[in-house]
């Protein structure tokens, strides 16, 4: 359903949440997590991962296929609590 024929932030499956309804519920508990802690292992799955991944670096939240990362890796993301928008 991509290759632009849907837009990917507010499409979703039927019953299913957005990309958007997932970063913002992501963006929730990283700034939850980053008040209490000065360091946090998070183990997500690959889409959660890469939605983080994009976030932390100010990347176009649409651009997350390109961050899913391999089953089983390990991505050290430094979060430095700026500004979030979701594209």
């Known amino acids: ?8 932030i507010t499409a979703s499956a039927p019953g ?3 990309v958007r309804q997932v970063a913002l519920r992501v963006i929730d ?6 008040q209490m802690h000065s360091r946090v292992l998070v183990v997500s ?3 959660t991962l890469a939605l983080l991944t994009c ?9 997350f296929f390109s961050h899913v ?3 089983t890796e390990v991505r050290v993301i430094r979060w430095n609590g700026a500004a979030i928008t979701i594209d």
């Open 55 to 63: 976030m932390a670096n100010q990347l176009p939240v649409k651009s």
């Open 1 to 8: 359903v991509y290759n632009g024929l849907c837009d990917v």
């Open 45 to 47: 799955h690959g889409f």
């Open 29 to 34: 508990i990283v700034s939850i997590l980053e």
């Open 69 to 71: 990362p391999d089953n």
């Open 16 to 18: 299913g949440e957005t």
